[in-house]
């Protein structure tokens, strides 16, 4: 039995979950990963995953063992990592996930200057605000909005960034500007955004003599970020965005800010990865660069 191979498989089968998922992540057949990990488990004399027909889950020696050899494995990964960098630059694939308006309006925009500092690494861009499994859809690292609520990853927090409440000037010129929450929730028309996952409407957030005040409804909506901002420069209403995607329509005068002085809340953005999924040098260099160009949003 090679050792290693048996305990990285192992792995594999806990994260994605699946025999059949983690034979495709290390190229081989299904029977080889079985074989594995049954000359895994008579190694160690026990046994360290119950398998039915639909699930596979850890026995309580097989969470042990798998908290204990990830650690093992992690420094021998970082170990072997530094090696082979030592005399070669930054390649290969890189796998990203991001919101899609976050992708055409913030990213996109700069993206030229990290391919050129690193040409030798191939971007593959996941766009759409679909939450995806980093462990079983291959994906390195994702750009997200909000609290982390999945405390088994890890999240770098980039910066801040403050909602804006803007419309169109073609929409202000027709309707007026919003004079304040209720003005708006009774004689406007709102452009909402709701979770292409769950279906929950994201509610517009104000700040009003100290306290938390929300709007709920909305008259149009998209479960596509950059779909609705497309709804508001298009002046279908009144909305909510980021100000690092508002910025450039802020700026053409496509957009125009209103309410302003309620308009306080800000939200986290962060780079999340797994915390078992190796930091190579591709994941290494696009963290620093990305954390470098969105400095300037904070």
């Given at each position: 039995?090679?050792?290693?191979?048996a305990?990285?498989?192992?792995?594999?089968?806990?994260?994605t979950?699946s025999f059949?998922r983690?034979?495709?992540?290390?190229?081989?057949?299904?029977?080889?990963?079985?074989?594995l990990?049954?000359?895994?488990e008579?190694?160690?004399?026990?046994k360290?995953?119950?398998?039915?027909?639909?699930?596979?889950?850890?026995?309580?020696?097989?969470?042990?063992y798998?908290?204990?050899?990830?650690?093992?494995?992690?420094?021998?990964?970082?170990t072997?990592?530094?090696?082979?960098?030592?005399?070669?630059?930054?390649?290969?694939r890189?796998?990203?996930d991001l919101?899609?308006?976050?992708?055409c309006?913030v990213?996109l925009?700069?993206?030229?200057t990290?391919?050129?500092?690193?040409?030798?690494?191939?971007?593959?861009?996941g766009?759409g605000?679909?939450?995806v499994?980093?462990?079983?859809?291959g994906?390195d690292?994702?750009?997200?909005?909000?609290?982390?609520?999945d405390?088994?990853?890890?999240?770098?927090?980039?910066?801040?960034?403050?909602?804006?409440t803007?419309?169109s000037p073609?929409?202000?010129a027709?309707?007026?500007?919003?004079?304040?929450q209720?003005?708006?929730?009774?004689?406007?028309?709102?452009?909402g955004?709701?979770?292409?996952?769950?279906?929950?409407?994201?509610?517009?957030r104000f700040?009003?003599?100290?306290k938390?005040?929300q709007v709920?409804r909305?008259?149009?909506?998209a479960?596509?970020?950059?779909a609705?901002?497309g709804?508001?420069v298009?002046?279908?209403?009144?909305g909510?965005?980021f100000?690092?995607?508002?910025?450039?329509?802020?700026?053409?005068?496509?957009l125009?800010?209103?309410?302003?002085?309620?308009t306080?809340?800000?939200?986290p953005?962060s780079?999340?990865?797994?915390?078992?999924?190796?930091?190579n040098?591709?994941v290494?260099?696009?963290i620093?660069w990305?954390?470098?160009?969105f400095?300037q949003?904070?």
């Amino acid at each position: 039995m090679d050792h290693l191979l048996a305990i990285r498989t192992f792995q594999r089968i806990v994260e994605t979950r699946s025999f059949t998922r983690a034979a495709a992540h290390l190229d081989m057949p299904r029977s080889t990963v079985s074989k594995l990990l049954r000359e895994l488990e008579t190694h160690l004399g026990v046994k360290l995953l119950q398998r039915t027909t639909r699930t596979v889950t850890l026995t309580p020696e097989g969470a042990e063992y798998y908290r204990k050899v990830c650690d093992i494995v992690a420094v021998l990964d970082d170990t072997e990592e530094s090696m082979r960098e030592m005399g070669s630059a930054a390649r290969g694939r890189l796998r990203i996930d991001l919101h899609s308006s976050m992708a055409c309006f913030v990213l996109l925009p700069v993206l030229g200057t990290f391919r050129q500092r690193y040409p030798h690494i191939q971007l593959a861009l996941g766009v759409g605000d679909r939450p995806v499994n980093l462990i079983e859809e291959g994906v390195d690292c994702v750009i997200r909005a909000g609290e982390l609520a999945d405390s088994s990853l890890i999240a770098k927090t980039l910066y801040r960034d403050k909602l804006i409440t803007c419309a169109s000037p073609s929409y202000i010129a027709q309707f007026g500007m919003p004079l304040n929450q209720d003005d708006l929730e009774k004689n406007h028309r709102i452009v909402g955004y709701f979770s292409a996952s769950t279906g929950e409407v994201w509610p517009l957030r104000f700040r009003k003599k100290g306290k938390d005040a929300q709007v709920v409804r909305f008259d149009i909506a998209a479960n596509d970020s950059a779909a609705q901002v497309g709804m508001l420069v298009n002046g279908l209403g009144v909305g909510q965005t980021f100000a690092s995607v508002a910025a450039r329509f802020l700026e053409s005068g496509e957009l125009v800010p209103v309410l302003e002085s309620i308009t306080k809340a800000t939200i986290p953005i962060s780079i999340i990865y797994p915390p078992n999924k190796q930091l190579n040098a591709r994941v290494r260099v696009f963290i620093g660069w990305i954390t470098e160009r969105f400095s300037q949003y904070k």
